[in-house]
């Protein structure tokens, strides 16, 4: 059980394109999702933390505009990259906490190349 | 601010032998999870530990929670080819919970 569900898994995609990254909650409501990105050989660096039915919380140094959070039901959110270039390229994960377990689940990720 | 460290960050062993990966968190915390890490994957939950003395084990490896001396230890028994990977200690923030993540240890085992 708890399970989320993302995707796309492997995304090639135009410089100045745009991406959506869907997270879905299969089994439980996710009131919180947290979206990672992860450059290789790294540890996971959070972008933001959404909430749902309201504006999501950005790091420091996450451009808000480029990467759109959007968390508007209990069991989707998503994340679009916006105008993305090379430098965007990374694997981006998707986490939601279970309150009542003290976990959290992991989305199976998204490798993002922008060429 | 909340840090966690982990080390070593790289770790070659051969099969059979047994080591220690170690997790330092600088504020209090009564929580740490352990997770792995295969390449191109996502995470994968290993261990929730969530009170001082806390320690569990599956197969070959056994992670232990000091939160007094705010650390824990992820030990590998008679390690096997099947469990080289990334492995990261995650710590969670008191404000909203989210985790505070270690820099992963890449551990490989030759056969």
């Known amino acids: 059980g708890a399970v989320v569900s993302q995707h796309p898994s492997r995304v090639i995609c135009k410089s100045g394109t745009s991406v959506k990254i869907e997270c879905r909650s299969l089994?439980?409501?996710?009131?919180?999702m947290f979206w990672y990105r992860q450059f290789p050989k790294q540890s996971l660096m959070l972008m933001a933390t959404?909430?749902?039915?309201?504006?999501?919380?950005?790091e420091q140094g996450v451009e808000k505009d480029k990467f759109l959070i959007n968390h508007a039901s209990l069991t989707l959110s998503t994340l679009t990259v916006t105008s993305a270039h090379p430098e965007d390229s990374s694997f981006y994960i998707c986490?939601?906490?279970?309150?009542?377990?003290?976990?959290?689940?992991f989305g199976s990720g998204t490798r993002l190349t922008v060429v | 601010e909340l840090k966690v460290e982990q080390n070593p960050l790289f770790l070659s062993m051969q099969e059979g032998k047994n080591y220690t990966i170690y997790c330092n968190y600088s504020t209090t915390s009564d929580r740490l999870y352990w997770y792995r890490q295969d390449p191109g994957k996502s995470l994968e939950s290993l261990f929730v530990l969530l009170s001082n003395g806390a320690v569990k084990q599956e197969g070959r490896l056994m992670a232990s929670l000091d939160t007094k001396a705010r650390l824990s230890t992820l030990h590998i028994t008679a390690a096997v080819h099947d469990l080289s990977a990334t492995y990261f200690c995650?710590?969670?923030?008191?404000?909203?919970?989210?985790?505070?993540w270690g820099a992963g240890t890449k551990l490989i085992i030759k056969p």
């Open positions: 995650a710590v969670p923030s008191d404000s909203n919970y989210q985790l505070i």
């Open positions: 959404s909430n749902e039915g309201s504006k999501a919380t950005y």
């Open positions: 089994d439980f409501q996710a009131t919180t």
């Open positions: 986490s939601a906490p279970l309150w009542e377990r003290y976990g959290y689940t």
